[in-house]
């Protein structure tokens, strides 16, 4: 099982490596829109588009520089958050065992270290291909960034309203505060979705990891033959998880005093339990044990509002994090005005930031406020 300080750590080490990703690869794409002379406006659009293989193989050789160095990095927080993971499983089996000696005597079975490796080089795995789809993906949301900045200076200057050189500089501007988005269908709704970069990365790696650690769970229960679980509580849960938060489940069913985990938490859909970007976990329980007690002493509807400021706060530091990145954008073009531009609102927006954590006594993540 995950916990939840395990959760916030790991977002902290992928939002850390993929900020820097994404920066690297805007203010490169902004200086290939820069690069060269300025002929009439059709012309240079021409050349533009015509250097896109070039770009593209410019995004494969950035991608792969940083994630071949960034790798190490991921792997030590993907290892030591599954180890412990299944430590924390062990546990529980030890206190089922504990308890319950005179009904199980020594038949509950802890995970030995050699099939802790292999589940985790297992992870490793999942990890790698969810790594490799990113890359490719950000490597295609970055030729797609590349062609709307050129058509959308290219049209501002056939509309008549700009010159060349101030079309590009704003285009460019907004590369720099839009950043990568990744295109995905919505499992929900069957449409197109974008989301950030740094926002897809977590979503994927933290998930997957997620839904492998939970199946392993599922894997020692059956193993010992035991059927209840009992999901972890934490408050500010999104609303439609917090009515099944901390409770006691049936993994069969079978259970005429608990309902079945799957379909009372949704485990096993994207939006359900352990589903993407969901924060909760479960672990082995055994009747008449005492129950895990998460001391949240919020109502659905406080629980419903701390929610919603935690949206509120993500908002603030994903401005803060298009600030700065259209700060760095301006330093490599040589944008001065924007510069000095984008350097006011971060601090704004910090400002902005403090006062509202302040005022609802929130934990300030400056991991998510990074680049």
């Known amino acids: 099982m995950l916990r939840l300080t395990d959760y916030a750590f790991f977002e902290e080490e992928l939002s850390r490596i993929y900020a ?20 009439d406006p059709s012309s240079w659009r021409i050349g533009k588009l015509a250097d896109i293989d070039a770009v593209r193989k410019g995004l494969g050789t950035i991608l792969a520089r940083l994630s071949k160095a960034k790798r190490e990095d991921l792997e030590k927080a993907v290892e030591d958050i599954v180890r412990e993971s299944f430590r924390e499983d062990n546990q529980f089996v030890e206190d089922i065992r504990a308890f319950a000696r005179s009904e199980v005597g020594n038949a509950l079975n802890t995970i030995p ?30 030729i797609r960034a590349y062609r ?20 590009v500089r704003k285009a460019t501007r907004a590369l720099g505060g839009s950043g990568l988005k990744l295109t995905y269908r919505s499992e929900e709704t069957g449409g197109l979705t974008e989301i950030s970069l740094d926002a897809g990365i977590r979503r994927n790696i933290v998930t997957a990891v997620a839904q492998a650690t939970a199946n392993y769970t599922l894997e020692d229960c059956s193993s010992n033959d035991i059927d209840l679980v009992q999901v972890s509580a934490h408050a500010g849960a999104r609303p439609s998880h917090q009515v099944w938060q901390g409770k006691i489940y049936s993994i069969s069913g079978n259970s005429r005093k608990y309902a079945k985990l799957s379909d009372a938490t949704g485990y096993g859909t994207a939006t359900g339990l352990c589903g993407i970007n969901c924060k909760h976990h479960f672990f082995p329980y055994y009747e008449g044990m005492g129950k895990t007690d998460w001391h949240i002493d919020l109502t659905a509807s406080e629980n419903e509002e701390l929610y919603e400021n935690l949206q509120k706060q993500r908002g603030y530091e994903r401005n803060i994090r298009a600030w700065k990145r259209r700060q760095a954008v301006a330093k490599a073009t040589g944008d001065t005005v924007d510069y000095e531009r984008s350097s006011m609102f971060v601090r704004r927006t910090q400002a902005k930031l403090r006062a509202f954590v302040k005022e609802y006594d929130l934990p300030r993540r400056y991991d998510r406020e990074q680049i």
């Open 113 to 142: 270290e050699k099939v802790m490796a292999a589940r985790v080089a297992a992870i490793f795995r999942t990890c790698r291909d969810s790594l490799n789809l990113t890359n490719t993906g950000a490597i295609e949301a970055g």
């Open 20 to 39: 820097e990703i994404e920066t690297e690869i805007v203010t490169y794409l902004a200086k290939r829109i820069h690069w060269g002379q300025m002929p």
């Open 148 to 167: 709307n900045a050129i058509n959308t200076a290219y049209v501002s200057v056939f509309e008549g309203s700009d010159t060349l050189a101030s079309a």
